[in-house]
């Protein structure tokens, strides 16, 4: 029998229309050359009073899913308005080079356990977003497309995670920040047998309209091969590119908020760079207590992601959302993106159902009103990134009152456990001398440094003590180990905030 049950003939409104990716460019051009129109926000009384778990009640029935029963190997699922999500979108079919709307019916959703009436709602409501499902599980959907431009996806651990953004504007400055809108989106009918599908999307917003194609491949790492132009309104000041967006609590290397019973709290635990030079950088997420903005300047980056390196169910203790199968998103731009750098903000969060972490691309040059900006990647989530250092990599950092056990401590310090695995260090003989290369900035003054193996992860382990000077500026620390002049690991990168003077206490 098919995977997917057989189904009613998905409504329709509306004639017919040629559509090509090079249409919907011109589009979003024409809708750049016009003042910005705000989408309509409010919802019928009823739906706008639904709470959380009166909207989650709400299903599809799979029945009115597009393409049911027609033998193909994905669907696309509406999805219903409602809570966070009060504008609508368009949704269309293209086949034959021809688009035509996708129709909303109250009958295409059960609303029994909401408490909704179907004949109380309009027949125009339209939908939130979409879900997409494959025929090797028809009940699990392994994307979603849901509010502003945010996505996210599944690789073959079929655990969500972090999110994906079509486009970030300025992020993480002290004006607030805007979030352009996916306004509509359309789905090319895909060959018998394909196992790729793929999406166009209009996005909008009052600096930018951008046409966008989605080519989204499922397997144990998804693939999502993207192509983005945009056109910008007028100039914006930080545009960010292939944005992610993840939680991060609390850690083995922030433990400033880990007032729960679980030992770490995070979607992804490090930010990942492989620079245009061939770097591979590694950077531990943190719960910052306030607002942390850094730019890693680049040219022509080889990839970057917000990952969630550490899989071990024990470090966790989740047996409800278990945080060891989120996925690592990877971005791999398919061309050069020339100068410019991968920036990441963190913002303090209380618990973990905020997400404060957002990764992207920065380009040097700001985008001026009139031009048109290409940009083409691809997004790899699984839980692990399809490129990786031929390095060691960091797989702990941990943190914590630094001086020598015994000895009375004269000072206050700091100190840092950073555990390396992988690469060639098995290589290494018993006698080898290795070196943890360590830098501080603000004159910050490091010692006790030391490198010696770590036979339960067949790696290395770096330890430091850090003496702060005065003040509560943030450090910039920079820590990888070398044998006789040759690198060993990726470089460690951490922005350490010091405590107050009052707070530094020696016994």
């Known amino acids: ?30 809708l750049a050359g016009r003042p910005y129109q705000p989408r309509p926000a409010t919802l019928p009384k009823p739906v706008a009073a639904l709470d959380w778990d009166q909207y989650q009640s709400i299903r599809f029935r799979k029945e009115h899913a597009l393409w049911g029963g027609e033998g193909l190997r994905f669907q696309v699922h509406p999805a219903h308005l409602g809570l966070f999500f009060k504008s609508p979108v368009r949704l269309h079919e293209v086949a034959d080079g021809q688009a035509r709307e996708l129709a909303y019916l109250p009958e295409m959703f059960d609303h029994a356990r909401s408490g909704l009436a179907k004949a109380r709602l309009p027949k125009d409501l339209g939908f939130a977003g979409f879900k997409l499902l494959f025929h090797t599980d028809p009940e699990r959907d392994f994307a979603a497309f849901l509010g502003a431009s945010y996505f996210r996806a599944v690789g073959g651990e079929w655990q ?34 394909s196992n790729t599908i793929v999406v166009h999307a209009l996005l909008d917003s009052p600096s930018v309209a951008g046409a966008y194609r989605f080519a989204i491949t499922p397997g144990d790492t998804l693939v999502m091969d993207v192509d983005a132009a945009l056109y910008p309104r007028k100039e914006i000041e930080r545009l960010g590119i ?31 760079m492989w620079r245009g030079n061939g770097e591979w950088i590694w950077r531990p997420l ?40 989120r996925p690592s998103l990877w971005i791999e731009p398919k061309a050069g993106w020339g100068a410019g ?136 620390l920079r820590l990888y180990l070398s044998h006789e002049g040759q690198a060993l690991t990726e470089t460690w990168l951490y922005q350490w905030t010091p405590p107050p003077a009052g707070e530094r206490r020696v016994a």
């Open 1 to 30: 029998p098919p995977a997917f049950a057989a189904a009613k003939p998905a409504p329709t409104i509306g004639a017919a229309q040629r559509f090509d990716h090079a249409w919907l460019k011109g589009e979003a051009r024409a």
């Open 286 to 325: 943190t719960n910052p207590a306030q607002l942390r903005f850094n730019a890693y300047a680049d040219e022509n980056p080889r990839g970057f992601g917000l990952l969630q390196r550490d899989r071990d169910f024990d470090h966790y203790q989740d047996d409800g959302v278990f945080y060891e199968k």
């Open 242 to 272: 292939a944005p992610g967006t993840s939680m991060f609590q609390h850690g083995e290397n922030d433990r400033r908020m880990a007032n729960d019973w679980r030992a770490e709290i995070h979607d992804s635990d490090g930010l990942a």
């Open 160 to 193: 969500f995670g972090l999110s994906a953004r079509g486009l970030a504007i300025d992020t993480g400055m002290e004006r607030p920040e805007e979030f352009p809108d996916f306004t509509a989106f359309w789905f090319e009918k895909p060959a018998r047998g």
């Open 341 to 476: 750098s991968v920036q990441l903000v963190e913002i303090p969060t209380l618990d973990e159902t905020f997400d404060n972490i957002v990764a992207f691309w920065n380009p040097a040059k700001k985008p001026q009103p009139g031009e048109e900006l290409l940009f083409g990647y691809r997004l790899y989530w699984g839980a692990q990134p399809p490129a990786r250092p031929p390095l060691a990599t960091v797989v702990a950092t941990r943190a914590g009152i630094g001086g020598i056990v015994g000895q009375p401590r004269k000072y206050w310090s700091w100190r840092f456990a950073v555990d390396f695995a992988g690469g060639d260090l098995s290589l290494l003989g018993r006698h080898a001398k290795v070196e943890a290369v360590v830098t501080a900035s603000r004159g910050a003054k490091i010692e006790i440094t030391s490198a010696r193996p770590l036979h339960s992860i067949r790696g290395w382990r770096a330890m430091f003590d850090i003496v702060p000077p005065a003040g509560t500026e943030p450090i910039d």
